[in-house]
Every structure is written in C-alpha cells, then in structure tokens.
C-alpha cells in the first residue's frame, strides 16, 4: 500500500488474532482451519473503501481444542522452549508432551493453511502473540509457580519471544512477499501483574508487583530485538489502563498502542483523569491508537464514548486518523479472567463478529471525519 493511500485513511479494521473455527464447508474438504483462513481473506483481504484500510489477521489460534488457543500457540514460539500441560494449566520444563507437540504442529498447519488460502495477497497481514508481562502470568515453571516467580526467566522471555517471533514473521514473508507484516503484542494481563494482583500457586498469596519501569525494560527488550532484525515490520502493543504502563510503553519505543475503551477508567477520578491524559499526549505526539471493541457488546456506543473523552482533552477525532478498531470477543472482560486458564467458547471471536465490525466501519469513519 502507498504512503499516499495510508494518509488518507481514516481506519483500519482487524482483529486481536484469537478466532473461533467455522463449521468447513464440503469445498473445504472439512478443514476448519482452511475455511477460517478463506473467510478471513473475503472479508479483510481488500479495503472496503477508501477511507477505510484493514488487517488481515493470521490467526494464532481457532479454539479447536485446548492446545489451539493464543497462550500454547505463543509458548511454542519461544525459542529453545519446551514444556507440557498440567490440570493446572501450561508448564515450561524439559521435555515435551501430546500437547505441547499438537500446539506446534497447529502454528505449522495454520501457517501452512495461510500459504494457500492468501496465495497472492498484498495488504498488510498481522502476526499475533501474548507479550512477556501477560506471558509471564499465564505460564508456569515446572515447580507450578508462575514465572513471575523466577526472575531469570523474566531476564529471558522478551529475547526467547522475539527470537520465535522473527522467525515466524520469515515464513510470512517468504510465504506472502507482496504483502507488509504487523505484530500485534496481547498484554490484556499487564495491569494485575503491574499491581501484583496475580495470585501463587496456593491461591492464598500474591506474585511482588512489577514496577513501570521493569515492564518497559522487557517491552524494549522485545520491540528492539524484534526492530533489529525486522525495521519494516510495524507493532502495536497492548498497554493497559494506567497512565504508568502507557508511559512504560511509550518508553519501551512503542509507536503504536491498543487500548479496550470499554474497560478504560472515567475522567471522573484522578486515575482515570491521568489515563486519558497521557492517551492524549501520545496521540498528540504522533503514536498511533488503536482500539479494541467488542461487536457485539455496544460496539457504537464504545466508538462514541472513546471520541467523546478525546474531544474533552482537547483534541479532535481526525487527528487520531488513522485509528484501529480492533474486534476482540468479551473485549470488556478480558483483563478480569485468570490468564492461566483454558477460554471458553465467548473469549474466542466468531467470524461473524468481523463481519459485523465492517458494517459498523462506515459509521465509525463518519465520526473521525466530523
């Protein structure tokens, strides 16, 4: 895409990259995967209009089973990583098990599945996976404790996730060459373990808290690792609702970043004041915003509500052009769920929520353009 047709966009649609399986069609020879892929192309493989771009999302996971979700599909990306699945949830340790195995050989299937479905296809095609604050919450050691609890592999998991990373996005590429690449960087935990609210494996204590600071340590760790190797791909990083963690990611280098209006503090409280405050300067400064919303949970409504507080801080919808609308299922919720555990059938985006997030797109593009 030119620089020309960037600049006069007003939005660009996508998705968080966690999507739930379609029934396959007979033409589709049962495969739920390769329907995904195939409907996913039809619906963000081209532009619906001008002033309207999307993002095709490579999907990490489908919710086939429970090694087909985002958190085993990111596991088996880390470099030199192995684990195994517990009662208690994802483990790394020496070793591999079923699990572990059926996880990587999915990550190869969708890739593979991609290969034919989006044969061809230009645009800009999004890469997803958990970031190393969520990351570190979900996974365990094979004491049972999460890793928050061991601080070396905090020191490790940026460069292990960057490593898996820029591996993936060399498939891509060489995959789809005429197509450029996006990383979309999860982190719907990073506030419970910035105000050390994630719970030990007893359930009666609580992991330390991790300072801004340390968190844009590991965020910068990521993103140059990643820059190093890859200076064409673009990221955005999910970074929470406190005007800290915005301010950490802003320091890690991060250009872009995904907010959940729906779950973001009022104006009303001094928290919530200084939240909206640093989202205003970082647009101000240029760093792009994108916005995850539920389709199905007053989709509008959260658009309006978002625009609205950015009017009250001063500045107008059109400067935030080109904004993000990305669907994410449940996206008022996620950050309250225990990342360890297994999502149900609600956390994972049905199609037709893409579908309905394009057919509110128009509307959306009206009301930057006001």
């Known amino acids: 895409m030119s620089s020309s047709a960037r600049d006069s966009q007003l939005l660009i649609v996508g998705s968080d990259g966690a999507h739930r399986a379609p029934q396959p069609g007979p033409e589709d020879m049962g495969d739920p995967v390769l329907t995904g892929l195939l409907a996913l192309r039809s619906m963000l493989g081209s532009a619906p209009e001008d002033q309207i771009g999307t993002r095709l999302p490579l999907p990490s996971a489908f919710g086939t089973a429970g090694w087909d979700q985002v958190l085993p599909a ?40 991609a290969r034919i479905a989006w044969h061809g296809t230009g645009g800009t095609i999004e890469l997803t996976a958990i970031g190393p604050a969520t990351l570190s919450a979900a996974a365990q050691l094979h004491s049972g404790e999460r890793l928050l609890a061991d601080v070396g592999a905090m020191r490790d998991l940026p460069l292990m996730l960057a490593e898996g990373l ?25 506030d419970a373990v910035h105000r050390g609210a994630v719970r030990t494996a007893s359930g009666r204590g609580r992991y330390p808290a991790h300072s801004a600071a340390q968190l844009s340590e590991r965020w910068a760790a990521l993103l140059g690792a990643i820059g190093d190797q890859h200076d064409d791909v673009t990221i955005t990083l999910e970074c929470g609702r406190s005007a800290d963690l915005l301010r950490a990611a802003r320091d890690a280098g991060a250009t872009a970043l ?14 919530g004041r200084e939240t909206w405050e640093a989202i205003a300067r970082a647009a101000d400064d240029g760093i792009g915003l994108e916005i995850l919303i539920d389709p199905g949970d007053q989709a509008l409504q959260n658009v309006d509500r978002f625009l609205q507080t950015v009017r009250e ?33 609600t956390d994972l985006l049905p199609l037709a ?14 009301r930057l353009s006001d």
């Open 353 to 366: 929520g893409i579908e309905s997030l394009l057919r509110l797109a128009p509307g959306i593009a009206d």
């Open 166 to 190: 820029c591996s993936r996005l060399e498939q891509v590429r060489e995959q789809h060459p005429e197509a450029s690449l996006h990383v979309l960087l999860r982190e719907e935990h990073v």
């Open 258 to 271: 995904a907010l959940t209006p729906a779950a973001l503090p009022t104006l009303t409280t001094a928290a």
């Open 313 to 345: 801080l001063g500045l107008e919808p059109a400067e935030l052009a080109p904004l993000g609308v990305l669907a994410r299922a449940n996206a008022r919720h996620a950050h309250r769920r225990d990342p360890a555990r297994d999502p149900r059938g």
């Open 74 to 113: 990111t596991l088996v990306l880390l470099a030199g990583a192995s684990g195994d699945v517990t009662a208690a949830g994802w483990r790394l340790g020496p070793g591999t098990d079923h699990a572990w195995r059926r996880a990587q050989e999915m990550s190869e299937r969708i890739l593979d599945a």
